[in-house]
């Protein structure tokens, strides 16, 4: 897609469906597409069938209500058998999202996030002890929900992690309407904004010595004066990340758990670690760590 945007003879589909790169973009969209279809298929014959016994019940003068909340894909399934209001590929679009988008960018937030911890020792001694006084000696028992709510330092680390290294560095959105956004600055409707949130998050204005790892950012004293949207790590507003609640619980259980059992040591200092901003934050080299037992 990178390659795409940087060249534009192939902005055509026609000549880019030609290139091998087209090729191989297309075949790699297919197995991903193949995989949405198979979980819609499979949740689709479940859902019919509960729409059908909804509607003949309604039908009937029959009204029950269930209390269990609906998965996210049975709602949507929900509204396209009943209410017709979304097509399959509707909800294909929103499966791609949250199949994906939610499992490419976690796994890369973990991976800044253990480096942070093995790079800032003391940080990671604070995170240590409040884990440890949350969970107590053992190290086995499951962490739950009540946990992670317990976990108040060790999630402003998570979140200065997330401010250093976003996980989606850019994103855009189109305007559809002309608007002003300075009184001589008049931007048409249609036009494609790019919002840089890796660059919004090191302004020196809104954070401060912003290459200094400081969880104390987050601490809510010092989140009352910040402008809402000055920190984006899942976008904000109406159109932000559907699921960014699950990737912080994720990701808080996954390192709390690393961290009861290894000490973590970063081998090499952010100076040699070279950011690549594709759809997804990533290291341009290998993030070389120790990990020993405790």
């Not at 976008?235 to 994720?250: D, F, I, V, Y």
Request: charged share 30%; glycine share 4%; net charge neutral.
């Amino acid at each position: 897609m990178f390659r795409r945007m940087m060249y534009p003879w192939l902005w055509s589909d026609f000549v880019f469906n030609l290139t091998t790169s087209g090729r191989e973009f297309n075949r790699l969209l297919n197995v991903v597409h193949n995989f949405t279809r198979k979980v819609i298929t499979e949740k689709k014959i479940f859902q019919q069938t509960a729409c059908e016994v909804e509607i003949q019940s309604e039908k009937e003068n029959i009204y029950f209500k269930s209390k269990k909340r609906m998965a996210f894909l049975d709602l949507l399934l929900h509204y396209h058998f009943k209410e017709k209001s979304l097509t399959e590929v509707d909800i294909r679009k929103e499966v791609d999202t949250f199949m994906f988008a939610g499992q490419d960018t976690t796994a890369s937030s973990i991976n800044w996030f253990l480096y942070n911890l093995g790079l800032y020792q003391d940080i990671q001694n604070n995170a240590y002890e409040e884990i440890m006084r949350v969970f107590g000696e053992d190290r086995e028992r499951d962490i739950t929900a009540n946990d992670i709510r317990e976990l108040k330092y060790f999630e402003c680390v998570l979140k200065e992690s997330l401010r250093i290294y976003p996980s989606v560095p850019t994103i855009a959105r189109s305007h559809r309407t002309d608007f002003r956004l300075y009184e001589n600055m008049k931007i048409p409707g249609g036009a494609l904004i790019t919002i840089e949130i890796f660059a919004m998050h090191h302004d020196p204005e809104t954070f401060p010595d912003p290459e200094i790892f400081d969880p104390g950012r987050f601490f809510p004293e010092n989140c009352k004066s910040r402008h809402n949207f000055a920190y984006i790590p899942f976008s904000a507003g109406p159109r932000n990340c559907l699921g960014q609640k699950l990737p912080m619980m994720e990701e808080k259980i996954i390192v709390a758990n690393i961290l009861r059992h290894f000490r973590l040591y970063s081998m090499d200092p952010r100076d040699k670690i070279i950011e690549c901003g594709e759809i997804v934050l990533r290291p341009l080299t290998e993030v070389r760590m120790k990990f020993v037992e405790r």
